[in-house]
């Protein structure tokens, strides 16, 4: 059975939770339509955090992330979303997620937003 985009970010245990210890995750795979155009987007999105008590399952993430991909968003607003579902499903202690936009009309984008 093929995989489904998905919105359900899942949490599973810190095996190292009294240590800091920082996790990446990056893929060039992140897709969107823009709002004013419908036209797609991409980018790369790379998401640097340190966990507390949780982590994110890695294949949730990539079916969070595939989820966007019929969606109108700024790049502005698809960067901040994905840090704020992130945030309320581990709750690590720092996150940043950066996204890294392809050159559309001669201009780059790169939205960087942080926790706390």
């Known amino acids: 059975m093929p995989s ?5 970010l899942l949490a599973v245990d810190n095996p190292h939770p009294g ?4 996790v990446r995750c990056e893929t ?3 897709t969107c339509n823009c709002p004013m ?3 797609p987007d991409f980018a790369t999105v790379t998401i640097t955090y340190v966990p507390d008590a ?3 399952e890695l294949k949730s993430l990539k079916l969070y992330l595939w989820s966007f991909r019929d969606e109108g968003h700024f790049h502005e607003d698809i960067t ?8 309320a499903a581990i709750a690590p202690r720092r996150m940043t997620v950066q996204t890294a936009w392809n050159i559309r009309g001669g201009i780059a984008t790169t939205v960087t ?4």
């Open 4 to 8: 489904e985009p998905s919105k359900e």
């Open 19 to 22: 240590r800091d210890y920082e």
């Open 28 to 30: 060039p795979e992140l």
């Open 37 to 39: 155009t419908g036209q």
């Open 54 to 56: 949780k982590i994110v």
């Open 80 to 87: 901040n979303r994905i840090l704020d579902d992130l945030v």
């Open 113 to 116: 937003a942080s926790h706390p």
